[in-house]
């Protein structure tokens, strides 16, 4: 008979820091890494260039630097005092003790690092342009909460996140494959942006009032909630008219219009931001939203990987 876990002495320990390495990672966000890499490669395996090698380093990158961003997050909002017991999201591990600052900043380094490895071989793969990508990918992430400026604390974060988690990360995705960055890329790039920084939004129109009391400057705190709300569902439902759009005139593949049949899915989130203001209902509409904006995602790379 195998004992139990609860007989070993300090198993119960080392389970509940297994966990909260996994809470601060954020797993959950992840998506946001994934799908535009996803997009990018899968137009270039339609368009008959895609590597294997490329996609495979790509991905490890953006997960690699997503993760970093989180644990990133969770150490410099600790140390300005953004994260309290009042806050509506997933609890911030070093704000609670569970892990200390020196080793959140010693995990966010080491996942830098495996970042870093990344673009070492897509450099060799795709030229010297991927270390200026990946270079600012970088220090973007790292200016987002630290630094003596953060610019999430300024409203800018939304900014950030179209640029370089939608544009940067999927025309990136599709250009180490042949060095080369075709209109569809562009194109496509707009509603993934557009669709996670509907995911930002929706994070912190949650988090209005405790951003608010803890001086960090948000777009949702600096524009209130009505007019967050209308950005949110211009984000929204701007992506799937840029699909449809696109697809109309001829500039991507008619079958990426099949997203569209994801506009369901897309007015939950909406409806509960013009709706309601209570944490587990806001929380439902931010992981609505990530579950959309994954969708979206796969449906695009399926409609782009498919054309003959």
Same mark, same amino acid.
């Given at each position: 008979?195998?004992?139990?876990?609860?007989?070993? %002495?300090?198993? &119960?320990?080392?389970?509940?820091?297994?966990?909260?390495?996994? &809470?601060?990672?954020?797993?959950?966000?992840?998506?946001?890494?994934?799908?535009?890499?996803?997009?990018?490669?899968?137009?270039?395996?339609?368009?008959?260039? #895609? $590597?294997?090698?490329?996609?495979?380093?790509?991905?490890?990158?953006?997960?690699?630097?997503?993760?970093?961003?989180?644990?990133?997050?969770?150490?410099?909002?600790?140390?300005?005092?953004?994260?309290?017991?009042?806050?509506?999201?997933?609890?911030?591990?070093?704000?609670?003790?569970?892990?200390?600052?020196?080793?959140?900043? #010693?995990?966010?380094? @080491?996942?830098?690092?495996? @970042?870093? !490895?990344?673009?070492?071989?897509? /450099?060799?793969?795709?030229?010297?342009?991927?270390?200026?990508?990946?270079?600012?990918?970088?220090?973007?992430?790292?200016?987002?909460?630290?630094?003596?400026?953060?610019?999430?604390?300024?409203?800018?974060?939304?900014?950030?996140? #179209? !640029?370089?988690?939608?544009?940067?990360? /999927?025309?990136?995705?599709?250009?180490?494959?042949?060095? /080369?960055?075709?209109?569809?890329?562009?194109?496509?790039?707009?509603?993934?942006?557009?669709?996670?920084?509907?995911?930002?939004?929706?994070?912190?129109?949650?988090?209005?009032?405790?951003?608010?009391?803890?001086?960090?400057?948000?777009?949702?705190?600096?524009?209130?909630?009505?007019?967050? $709300?209308?950005?949110?569902?211009?984000?929204?439902?701007?992506?799937?008219?840029?699909?449809?759009?696109?697809?109309?005139?001829?500039?991507? %593949?008619? /079958?990426?219009? #099949?997203? !569209?049949?994801?506009?369901?899915?897309?007015?939950?989130?909406?409806?509960?931001?013009?709706?309601?203001?209570?944490? %587990?209902?806001?929380?439902?509409?931010?992981?609505?939203?990530?579950?959309?904006?994954?969708?979206?995602?796969?449906?695009?790379?399926?409609?782009?990987?498919?054309?003959?």
């Amino acid at each position: 008979m195998i004992p139990s876990s609860t007989n070993f %002495p300090g198993t &119960t320990d080392l389970v509940s820091r297994l966990q909260a390495w996994k &809470t601060a990672a954020r797993i959950h966000t992840l998506p946001a890494a994934v799908v535009p890499v996803l997009v990018g490669s899968a137009l270039a395996y339609g368009e008959g260039v #895609f $590597r294997w090698d490329a996609f495979l380093w790509a991905m490890l990158g953006a997960l690699a630097i997503q993760v970093a961003a989180n644990f990133a997050n969770d150490a410099s909002d600790a140390v300005r005092g953004a994260d309290t017991a009042d806050r509506l999201g997933p609890p911030r591990m070093v704000a609670l003790g569970m892990i200390g600052a020196r080793e959140m900043w #010693f995990a966010t380094w @080491a996942a830098i690092t495996v @970042a870093t !490895v990344a673009g070492i071989f897509l /450099t060799v793969i795709a030229g010297w342009l991927i270390l200026l990508i990946g270079g600012s990918s970088l220090i973007a992430m790292l200016g987002y909460v630290g630094g003596p400026a953060p610019y999430g604390y300024r409203g800018l974060g939304e900014v950030f996140v #179209f !640029v370089f988690f939608g544009l940067v990360a /999927t025309v990136g995705a599709r250009y180490v494959h042949d060095m /080369t960055a075709p209109l569809a890329s562009w194109l496509l790039a707009l509603p993934i942006g557009m669709l996670v920084t509907a995911i930002l939004v929706a994070n912190n129109y949650r988090d209005i009032e405790t951003d608010r009391l803890a001086g960090k400057r948000t777009l949702a705190v600096i524009m209130g909630r009505e007019r967050t $709300r209308v950005l949110f569902g211009c984000l929204v439902y701007g992506a799937f008219l840029a699909i449809a759009g696109f697809a109309a005139v001829g500039w991507t %593949p008619l /079958t990426t219009m #099949f997203a !569209v049949f994801l506009l369901p899915l897309a007015a939950i989130p909406v409806r509960i931001l013009y709706a309601r203001t209570d944490g %587990p209902a806001l929380i439902r509409a931010l992981k609505g939203t990530a579950r959309l904006h994954l969708w979206v995602g796969i449906s695009l790379a399926a409609a782009v990987a498919l054309v003959p």
